[in-house]
T-cell receptor, first 112, second 113 residues
Framework: QQKVQQSPESLIVPEGGMASLNCTSSDRNVDYFWWYRQHSGKSPKMLMSIFSNGEKEEGRFTVHLNKASLHTSLHIRDSQPSDSALYLCAASMRGNTGKLIFGLGTTLQVQP | DMKVTQMPRYLIKRMGENVLLECGQD?????MYWYRQDPGLGLQLIYISYDVDSNSEGDIPKGYRVSRKKREHFSLILDSAKTNQTSVYFCASRLQGDQDTQYFGPGTRLLVL
């Protein structure tokens, strides 16, 4: 079983709409979370990180984290066709092993 | 600008041939990684290196070995490549802090015939 689960697997939103992506860990040793974006044929690039409970906003992107439930969500408002990509959630384990555990991702398609 | 480089970007090999994938970074990051990415399986960690000559197996090390003789350079070696090693391989690097971001290289597309 994946230690980091993402939902939905895929998502279609209209241009200008809101996209909401979810990520949950089943491992209580998970500590910090990152969101990566991977455009088709490219490498993953870090989008946002969140380390403590609450919300963090950067431009059109907002990340929430609930450490008690080990759930993080990424919200993209005013979605653009250029936001179409695979979104990967990654989590690190307490104790700093250096390893990140990646989910399988959510494929977002923004339709013009 | 943080940069991780990978060479070659594309490679075609025959089954049984040896493969060398190279990765470099100019950020003096201590930790470096090799992943492979396959549809439906996501990013799978092959090896992690904590510094020069300090390497550990990841989740799928079988059929691979690594070498790190300089902090800025990390190699992935496939001895006698197999067709099931056809994949996209990503190198990544990171400082050692537990809140530090992991940066990925552009990837190498390997086809083993």
């Amino acid at each position: 079983q994946q230690k980091v689960q993402q939902s939905p697997e895929s998502l279609i939103v209209p241009e200008g709409g809101m996209a909401s992506l979810n990520c949950t860990s089943s491992d209580r040793n998970v500590d910090y979370f990152w969101w990566y974006r991977q455009h088709s044929g490219k490498s993953p690039k870090m989008l946002m990180s969140i380390f403590s409970n609450g919300e963090k906003e950067e431009g059109r992107f907002t990340v929430h984290l609930n450490k008690a439930s080990l759930h993080t969500s990424l919200h993209i408002r005013d979605s653009q066709p250029s936001d179409s990509a695979l979104y990967l959630c990654a989590a690190s384990m307490r104790g700093n092993t250096g390893k990140l555990i990646f989910g399988l991702g959510t494929t977002l398609q923004v339709q013009p | 600008d943080m940069k991780v480089t990978q060479m070659p970007r594309y490679l075609i090999k025959r089954m049984g041939e040896n493969v060398l994938l190279e990765c470099g970074q100019d950020m003096s990051h201590e930790t470096m990684y090799w992943y492979r990415q396959d549809p439906g399986l996501g990013l799978q960690l092959i090896y992690i290196s904590y510094d020069v000559d300090s390497n550990s197996e990841g989740d799928i090390p079988k059929g691979y070995r690594v070498s790190r003789k300089k902090r800025e350079h990390f190699s992935l070696i496939l001895d006698s490549a197999k067709t099931n090693q056809t994949s996209v391989y990503f190198c990544a690097s990171r400082l050692q802090g537990d809140q530090d971001t992991q940066y990925f290289g552009p990837g190498t597309r390997l086809l083993v015939l």
